[in-house]
T-cell receptor, first 116, second 112 residues
Framework: EPEVTQTPSHQVTQMGQEVILRCVPI?????FYWYRQILGQKVEFLVS????????KSEIFDDQFSVERPDGSNFTLKIRSTKLEDSAMYFC??????????????FGPGTRLTVL | SQKIEQNSEALNIQEGKTATLTCNYT??????LQWYRQDPGRGPVFLLL?????KEKRKERLKVTFDTTLKQSLFHITASQPADSATYLC???????????FGKGTSLLVTP
């Protein structure tokens, strides 16, 4: 069964460093998302991406964050200058349909980011 | 502000019983509502989606209801099994957006 994959599974970085989290969405999906979950808290939406552009972003997704689909399979989240409060589990998700179809989203296993 | 509330206390039930989880929301007019399961350290896994014009949806041992007047969804697991033990997340989406807004989840423990 197709699944969303994410690498690395765990990333440790120093405050102020740049990190890139990588995701391979399910191949026939058109909509891609990043969410994060701080330990013990709810899953929070960061950004959605369709047709090579951001379709929606939350207040959390400020200028320190960026997303890219550098090729036909990968989808990345970059944090330019990490802060302690960026420590969280980051989930990538994808879906066949987006706004129009209201379909389910398939989540990857997550990347645990630890900022020291 | 928009709020999605799920039972914060863990729900402990005996195997074979029906588990009922609640999702209430305020200041929100969702076009659809989804339920996900999350195991510790893992990503959410989709279970069921129900649209605003649907009252009830079923899938095997799972049943979801959606009452837009009460602003509430109920999630039922019948004939529960220890393998059903997990955190269950309610997520709302609006017609005009792509984001899923999640509740904090309710932890379910099914004991033999």
């Amino acid at each position: 069964e197709p699944e969303v994959t994410q690498t690395p599974s765990h990333q440790v970085t120093q405050m102020g460093q740049e990190v890139i989290l990588r995701c391979v969405p399910i191949s026939n999906h058109l909509y891609f998302y990043w969410y994060r979950q701080i330990l013990g808290q709810k899953v929070e939406f960061l950004v959605s991406f369709y047709n090579n552009e951001i379709s929606e972003k939350s207040e959390i997704f400020d200028d320190q964050f960026s997303v890219e689909r550098p090729d036909g399979s990968n989808f990345t989240l970059k944090i330019r200058s990490t802060k302690l409060e960026d420590s969280a589990m980051y989930f990538c998700a994808s879906s066949v349909l987006g706004l129009a179809g209201h379909s389910e989203q398939f989540f990857g296993p997550g990347t645990r980011l630890t900022v020291l | 502000s928009q709020k999605i509330e799920q039972n914060s206390e863990a729900l402990n039930i005996q195997e074979g019983k029906t588990a009922t989880l609640t999702c209430n929301y305020t200041n929100y007019s969702p076009a659809y509502l989804q339920w996900y399961r999350q195991d510790p350290g893992r990503g959410p896994v989709f279970l069921l989606l129900i649209r605003e014009n649907e009252k009830e949806k079923r899938k095997e041992r799972l049943k979801v209801t959606f009452d837009t007047t009460l602003k509430q969804s109920l999630f039922h697991i019948t004939a529960s099994q220890p393998a059903d033990s997990a955190t269950y997340l309610c997520a709302l989406g609006a017609n005009s957006g792509y984001a899923l807004n999640f509740g904090k989840g309710t932890s379910l423990l099914v004991t033999p």
